[in-house]
């Protein structure tokens, strides 16, 4: 049994990773990567292929960051300092763009440091991501793990009107635009760069073996090795064809609108109806990880998977909203239970080895993630119809996957 400082240092653990996690969220939000930050690129005279480079940095970064800095990460003997001193230069950079909008640079020179701080934030956030996961596995137990991934998830449906209000007072005030916009990057910083004092008092659960500095072929080894493990190569195929199902939800609204025939007001209803999803399915899904172990969890987001182009087939047959509404539900539920695919990989893996695994999970999941440009051809060369029959397959396919996962039930 459990001490009680034992417990009550699980709870704040709980609680530090939580609001770091939702105030990183709000303060993303708020600057809004695919809102916010395309206008305003726009204003100040970005061309069309400087702003669609964003998605692609991002996703770059997101790939060789962590396959290079895994080994440092496993290394460093203080990850939660290393944590807040990267999330402290990186997420306070942002401060430097309103900067330069109250000093009125050029537009030239403004668009120049916009890049100069994204590039610098992209290229750090992915460290802080690994830490991030490795101390969700080293200071929150098993079987608080999924209800806590839930719980954010749920609460950052809220997070999004929140921030949707915030950025409609602002755009609706009496402020000139570039003063608007400076108002936003400030706002949106401070609570990024605010996020890294709930680690203060957060501390790991137990001592595990001291980090050993490895070369960069060493380092390499460890991560073929961990596909030496059949549990975790199972959940990666899990995984692996769950990820292209999901994919395939991003064309939905678009399938809503153009096939459908959906108006413009039912589709922004259906965005709510998505949130509302999210929301719903973090709480659920939490709660279930929690009493039935995780790959319940799993079970159920795969049952759902399932469910979405049935239900996508049908609205082309009758009731279409009503079909719309119930899909995109799901697809908000879902978002948030495939949380659990990460919650069982710490549940599975030593605390020590949890950095290996996560770059090895991200390299396995990194040729599935352009299977998006392979299903919009398909959708643009025949219909949506054999989007869902292969949305069908694989989310069968993952299901199977799951079902041979081990179920761990925490008993309280």
Same mark, same amino acid.
């Given at each position: ?58 996703? @770059? ?6 396959? @290079? ?6 290394? !460093? ?39 100069? @701080? ?19 596995? !080293? ?22 009107? !929140? ?12 402020? %000139? ?26 501390? %790991? ?153 996560? @770059? ?53």
């Amino acid at each position: 049994m459990k001490s009680p400082q034992k417990r009550d240092q699980d709870t704040v653990n709980g609680y530090c990773i939580m609001f770091e996690g939702l105030f990183n969220s709000l303060g993303n939000d708020i600057i809004g990567m695919t809102t916010i930050v395309p206008l305003f690129l726009a204003s100040i005279g970005a061309q069309l292929s400087q702003i669609g480079s964003l998605s692609t940095i991002q996703s @770059v970064m997101a790939t060789l960051v962590p396959l @290079v800095a895994g080994g440092a990460v496993a290394a !460093a003997a203080n990850k939660r300092k290393m944590s807040m001193l990267i999330n402290g230069f990186s997420r306070s950079s942002f401060l430097l763009i309103p900067l330069g909008l109250v000093l009125g640079l050029n537009p030239r020179s403004e668009l120049a440091l916009f890049f100069v @701080v994204i590039i610098f934030f992209y290229l750090l956030q992915p460290v802080t991501g690994l830490i991030w996961s490795y101390l969700l596995g !080293a200071c929150v137990p098993n079987e608080k793990r999924g209800k806590l991934l839930g719980t954010l998830f749920g609460l950052s449906g809220l997070i999004t009107f !929140a921030s949707s209000t915030i950025i409609k007072g602002i755009r609706s005030s009496s402020l %000139e635009e570039s003063m608007q916009y400076a108002v936003i990057f400030t706002l949106g910083g401070i609570i990024m760069a605010s996020s890294v004092f709930f680690f203060i008092p957060l501390r %790991e659960r137990r001592q595990t073996a001291a980090p050993v500095r490895v070369g960069f072929k060493d380092y390499l080894r460890e991560l073929v090795s961990c596909f030496g493990n059949r549990l975790f190569c199972r959940l990666m195929l899990a995984n692996a064809f769950s990820s292209v199902s999901v994919i395939i939800n991003t064309f939905y609204f678009i399938y809503a609108q153009n096939r459908l025939g959906l108006s413009s007001e039912k589709i922004s209803n259906l965005i709510i109806v998505q949130t509302l999803g999210l929301m719903a399915g973090g709480f659920i899904t939490g709660n279930i990880s929690e009493k039935f172990g995780i790959k319940r969890t799993l079970q159920l987001i795969e049952c759902l998977e399932l469910a979405v182009p049935i239900m996508g087939l049908l609205a082309a047959k009758s009731t279409p909203y009503l079909f719309a509404a119930a899909t995109v539900f799901s697809i908000g539920f879902i978002k948030s239970g495939n949380s659990g695919f990460q919650a069982y990989l710490l549940e599975i893996i030593p605390t020590e080895k949890s950095v290996f695994h996560i @770059v090895a999970r991200n390299l396995v999941l990194l040729p599935f993630s352009f299977s998006g440009v392979l299903v919009g051809a398909l959708i643009a060369r025949y219909s949506n119809t054999p989007a869902f029959f292969l949305q069908l397959v694989m989310a069968s396919m993952a299901m199977v996957m799951v079902c041979t996962l081990k179920l761990n039930v925490y008993k309280k």
